[in-house]
């Protein structure tokens, strides 16, 4: 069940995020923040919701928390980098979907953990949220690095006007074929390419792991 | 109603005693919705403050980063004024000025407008006369020579030149392209 969610989230999140946003480490680095951001504050304002007794109406609000806090980031990163929030426009606001269904999910797995008080659900939660969030920033990060250096052949930074760009190969005739990890088709590529990879490596950990059990008994 | 009191409608009684065990039900719910309603509100508020906040950033922004894919691209004679509001919804993923032509004395409109390629969403900078029916489109914005050129070859006949009959529309002061 748990590798099911994994896979689900996992796919969710990538497609909602990293697909749509354009292939730049700047942007990837945009991304991280509002995604760990939004994740942490949806455990937090759990918290409070519960203080309040809310717990009715705690989708709403956590649906409405998300929007607000996208909105309010959308602002912060006009006032820093206007072009950069002109070239996001709508994407700014699909981590926060994305935030919401994980949390949705998590909030069933700690559910799920046998856990006595409130106090230690927030805790686990929270705890599983970051860790998920951790996780999938590694990976973004990895997917946009690796679009960036390889497609356009730089790596950047945001920046007030644009973006700040350190270029790693310069326009010759074979790099041009890399321009394919900068496409959209491209990113479709690697994701899957990362998410065979992950798959792979977990199931060989679990095949060792079960020979060790095996061994020890 | 039912949920509020639990009435029971087959015997016809409800989990109250008397009237102050219900008002006092009533009590404790107004109080949820009311401070339900004070969360509403003050995401709303914070909402509006933040954007009254980054309006000016908004307007004057991205006149830089602008004129300098002007000046990249042969167009320095194009000197970009004041920022021109938008009245339709492409005012989030749209910018105008408008901009005083040096060498012949004429004004025109520079829109720096989001469109969505094979690349992914990309800023790109168009030079609108007032009197055409299609903009001329200068270049894109952060752009490095590889990808510019694959998204040159891709798009030209498609998505740049949909958007470069698009802008005289968004702008308020073109027709319709249908038309």
């Known amino acids: 069940m748990k590798e099911k969610n994994f896979l689900y989230e996992f796919l969710l999140a990538s497609f909602a995020m990293i697909v749509p946003f354009p292939g730049r ?7 991280v923040i509002v995604l760990a951001f939004e994740m942490l504050s949806i455990s937090l304002f759990k918290q409070l919701v519960k203080k309040l007794s809310l717990d009715n109406m705690l989708s709403i609000l956590t649906a409405v928390l ?3 806090e996208s909105i309010i980031f959308k602002q912060f990163l006009i006032m820093y980098s206007p072009i950069l929030a002109l070239t996001l426009s ?3 606001y699909f981590p926060a979907v994305s935030a919401f269904i994980i949390s949705r999910l998590t909030a069933d797995d700690s559910k799920s953990m046998n856990v006595e008080f409130i106090s230690d659900t927030i805790v686990t939660e929270t705890k599983l949220n970051m860790e998920k969030t951790l996780r999938f920033s590694i990976l973004a990060l990895f997917i ?9 052949g730089t790596l950047t930074l945001p920046a007030r006007k644009g973006l700040a760009s350190l270029m790693i190969f310069h326009d010759t005739e074979k790099s041009a074929i890399g321009a394919l990890f900068a496409s959209i088709p491209g990113a479709i590529l690697i994701l899957l390419a990362c998410l065979f990879f992950i798959m792979y490596i977990e199931k060989n950990l679990k095949v060792a792991g ?3 059990n095996d061994d020890d008994k | 109603m039912n949920d509020i009191v639990d009435f029971d409608p087959q015997t016809g009684s409800s989990e109250f005693e008397d009237d102050r065990q219900m008002s006092l039900a009533y009590k404790k719910h107004l109080i949820s919705f009311g401070v339900f309603l004070g969360i509403l509100i003050l995401f709303f508020l914070l909402n509006m403050i933040f954007c009254l906040l980054s309006k000016k950033s908004w307007q004057t922004g991205m006149k830089e980063p602008v004129q300098q894919v002007l000046s990249d691209n042969g167009r320095s004679n194009l000197v970009l004024k004041e920022f021109e509001k938008l009245s339709n ?6 910018v105008s000025y408008l901009a005083e032509n040096n060498a012949a004395n004429k004004q025109c409109h520079v829109v720096l407008v989001r469109i969505t390629t094979l690349f992914g969403a990309v800023p790109a900078v168009y030079v609108w006369d007032g009197q055409s029916d299609k903009a001329e489109f200068v270049c894109f914005v952060s752009m490095t020579e590889r990808v510019k050129k694959k998204l040159l070859a891709s ?5 740049i030149d949909f958007w470069a009959r698009r802008v005289p529309v968004i702008i308020g002061a073109g027709k319709e392209v249908s038309q």
Request: hydrophobic content about 55%; proline content about 3%.
């Open chain 2, 89 to 94: 919804p492409f005012s989030v993923s749209c």
């Open chain 1, 144 to 152: 946009f690095a690796f679009r960036d250096i390889f497609g356009y």
């Open chain 1, 66 to 68: 998300l929007i607000s």
């Open chain 1, 90 to 92: 709508f994407d700014i």
């Open chain 1, 210 to 212: 079960g020979i060790a």
């Open chain 2, 155 to 159: 798009s030209r006949n498609s998505i």
């Open chain 1, 25 to 31: 480490f700047a942007y990837g680095i945009i991304l």
